[in-house]
C-alpha cells in the first residue's frame, strides 16, 4: 500500500500562485499513478490532473487545463501540482490519490484508492 501527504496550500491573493506537494510517506510512486483533486464546499470532489508515475505522461482534465501543471520528481516519491493566476472560484479543499496503473478510470472518485490528507487552497480577491 501507498501512504499519501499533501501540503503546500495557503492563502493567496487573485492572480497568484502556489505549488502544491504530495508525498510518499511510505516507499516510492512507482506502478501508480497520482490524481489530483479538489473539492469546495457543497460540492462534489472535481479531478485536476494525473501523472502516470511509470511513464511521467500527464494528463489533464478539460475544465482544468491553462492554469494548473503537474510534475514529478526524479525520485518518484514527490509529485507537485504549480497552481497559477488563481482565481477566487479556485477555494476548495485539495487532495492528492493514487490508484495502481489500469485501475482508474480518468478521475472516478472510486477507483482511486488512497487518498491524502487535502490541504486548503484560499483565494482571496
Known amino acids: 500500500d501507498v501512504q499519501l501527504q499533501a501540503f503546500g496550500g495557503g492563502l493567496v491573493q487573485a492572480g497568484g500562485s502556489l505549488r502544491l506537494s504530495c508525498t510518499a510517506a511510505?516507499?516510492?510512486?512507482?506502478?501508480?499513478?497520482i490524481g489530483w483533486f479538489r473539492q469546495a464546499p457543497g460540492k462534489e470532489r472535481q479531478g485536476i490532473s494525473l501523472?502516470?508515475?511509470?511513464?511521467?505522461?500527464?494528463y489533464y482534465s478539460d475544465s482544468m487545463k491553462g492554469r494548473f501543471t503537474t510534475a514529478m520528481d526524479n525520485a518518484k516519491t514527490t509529485v507537485y501540482l504549480q497552481l497559477n493566476s488563481l482565481k477566487v472560484d479556485d477555494t476548495a479543499v485539495y487532495y492528492c490519490?493514487?490508484?495502481?496503473?489500469?485501475?482508474?478510470?480518468?478521475?472516478?472518485?472510486?477507483?482511486?484508492?488512497?487518498w491524502g490528507q487535502g490541504t486548503q487552497v484560499t483565494v482571496s480577491s
Open positions: 490519490a493514487a490508484a495502481l496503473e489500469g485501475d482508474y478510470n480518468g478521475w472516478s472518485v472510486d477507483d482511486w484508492d488512497y
Open positions: 511510505v516507499g516510492t510512486f512507482d506502478d501508480y499513478a
Open positions: 501523472i502516470n508515475c511509470n511513464d511521467g505522461n500527464t
